[in-house]
């Protein structure tokens, strides 16, 4: 075949780079938006991972029924990747809001775009080879650039791309610039393409319109998430670690974290009442306050109604959160404008670094992490994370520990008291009745045993009283498990993460 004689050897490589960036950056996007609809992410990523895999093997294998012709395929390809990737993600949020099947439109997409990546590289092999007859230098050349582009691409996404720009502006930003390459080309190598004006008018037509999508993307996004809450959205927000969105009805103001609600301020006061002042009137002391998470800034509000307390370390991973919580009106209306208090140090840190390395000893621990839905946070509910934490409080302290819901979440709950217990701490069990959430779970620790039977508050509260403190550690027999059967949750045995999603599978 002599179809391709002299071109620039060096713009095809270019090419290969582009293209491999941009088929892992479609992989990531799929498996995290899929993540966060879904949740399960070691499950997405893993299927996505999988099944784009065998995707390529088939693009591959149907590559070598392209006998001829080969840069106007590889330009077909292209195109048909820049669009079915650009709008993969408006696709998957469509289908989560109005396909009852989600998961047959994500394996469907995964695997037209698996199998349209498939066909490039044996194609730009091919055209390579044609050129420089060498095979062994054909691959090896091809290969380096396709897993330099592969590596780009895997750290733009997590690093630039999804806390800049968000889910909709990526994929439609990655899709015009597989177009890009579509256009580059057909204009660097027209003479060996046959349909060549067809293609220029497509590709133009194409890229505008993914330059449109980019340009609007937000709005497009705004209109999209607006159909997955029940309230006016007034705030989105992608930062670094998570997506964060408030919205607002009348007085009701709700924080969403991925998707998940966090709180909403028609009954949040239930929640952070009974998460704070117990370990608080349980404590001998209560000087020194130490909160894992609460970068929402409610649960510092409660334990700023003790006069005695004179430091709080507020240590949360995303300081966009906390500062959002700082500097919001409708959030700070709620929280008091507690985390601008003088006593109040904020740490922008991972709660389980910080204890690793903290050499400060507390009074009382709050731990108000967000249900452990995925492997990051299910660390954060380990037998060492509950040991470090046990590093870091005074004998005679307390430590309340948010552990989902004993009703909806029966195991996963009962393996976080477990988990604790195993430690060698004082556990004991307390929930409360939320509204919003339902029936919702604690665990209150401390290192010596403790009279809860007496719990006298003096501070003033919207919910808790002394008379019905004693309520809270009263469970139902459909909210009780036999401890036998659970496992304890470690780094290396995530069990937690097991129960917990068996639980929302059940409840979905």
Partial sequence: M?????????????????????????????????????GDSIKQFSITIGLYMSAMGLGSYLSK???????????????????LG?????????????????????????????????????????????NTKN???????IFSFDYIGALIGSIAFPLVLLPKFGYFTTAFLIGALNIVVSLVIIYGYKEYIKNLKSFKIISIVLFILMFIGTIFSDSIASSIEGKLYRDKIILSKQTKYQNIVVTKHKDDLRLFINGNIQFSASDEYRYHETLVHIPMNVAKKTEKVLV???????AVREILKYPQVKKITLVDLDKEMVQLSSTNPHIVKL????????????????????????????????????DPNNESLNKLYTSVFYRLCGNNLAKTGAMSVQSTSPYYARQAYWCINKTIEEEGFNVIPYHVEVPTFGDWGFQLVTKVPVDVENIKLGVETKFLNSETVDRLFKFSKDEMVDKKDIMTNTLVRPQLLRYYLEAVNVWR
């Fill in 86 to 130: 650009g709008i993969s993600t408006l696709v998957l949020f469509l289908s989560n809001i109005y396909i009852k099947s989600y998961e047959l439109i994500m394996y469907l997409e995964i695997i037209g775009i698996g199998t349209l990546v498939g066909l490039e590289i044996p194609l730009l092999t091919r055209v390579i080879e044609d």
């Fill in 292 to 298: 894992l998470g609460g970068g929402d800034g409610l």
């Fill in 2 to 38: 002599n179809e391709v004689k002299k071109f620039n050897y060096k713009l095809l490589m270019l090419t290969t780079l582009i293209i491999s960036g941009c088929s892992i950056i479609y992989e990531l996007l799929i498996s995290s938006v899929s993540s966060f609809l879904v």
């Fill in 335 to 370: 929280n008091n404008q507690s985390l601008s208090d003088k006593k109040v140090e904020l740490v922008y840190n991972d709660a389980f670094k910080f204890v690793e390395g903290n050499k400060e000893i507390y009074d009382v621990i709050i731990v108000d992490l967000p």
């Fill in 65 to 83: 029924h392209i006998k001829n012709r080969l840069f106007d395929w590889f330009v077909v390809v292209e195109i048909a990747v820049g669009v």
């Fill in 135 to 141: 095979l062994r230098v054909t691959l090896s050349t």
